[in-house]
């Protein structure tokens, strides 16, 4: 069973900074690509940021392009999100995926962690 752990959220001023982890364990993640995505309160959840297992590629959504980075250690099977320049608009609670590759752009998500709450204040 697979089980995905976050850490590293909390507040933080607008501007700064916060590294998110994402503890991965139950399977091995070939054929996978990770991912964080996040829900604000009243949005849908949306996605951030992915990267593949096997290859490291990675991919952003628009928004956090440029600020924010994802990471891998395949050693101790983690996989990081790097926040930078960060803005009240954020805030949100974030969550690590697990899913298996379909075709180059198709994702088929399956596993989900807890989520960490992230907040930025003004």
Not at 3 to 9: A, I, T
Not at 11 to 25: D, I, K, T, W
Not at 62 to 88: C, H, W
Request: charged fraction near 15%.
């Amino acid at each position: 069973q697979v089980q995905l752990v976050e850490s590293g959220g909390g507040l933080v001023q607008a501007g700064g900074a916060l590294r998110l982890s994402c503890a991965a364990s139950g399977r091995t993640f070939s054929g996978y690509r990770m991912g964080w995505f996040r829900q604000a309160p009243g949005k849908e959840r949306e996605f951030i940021a992915a990267i593949t297992w096997s290859t490291g590629i990675t991919y952003y959504a628009e928004s956090v392009k440029g600020r924010f980075t994802i990471s891998r250690d395949n050693a101790e099977n983690t996989v990081y999100l790097q926040m930078g320049s960060l803005k009240p608009e954020d805030t949100a609670v974030y969550y690590c995926a697990a899913g298996r590759i379909v075709t180059i752009i198709q994702v088929a998500w399956s596993d989900w962690g807890q989520g960490t709450q992230v907040t930025v204040s003004s």
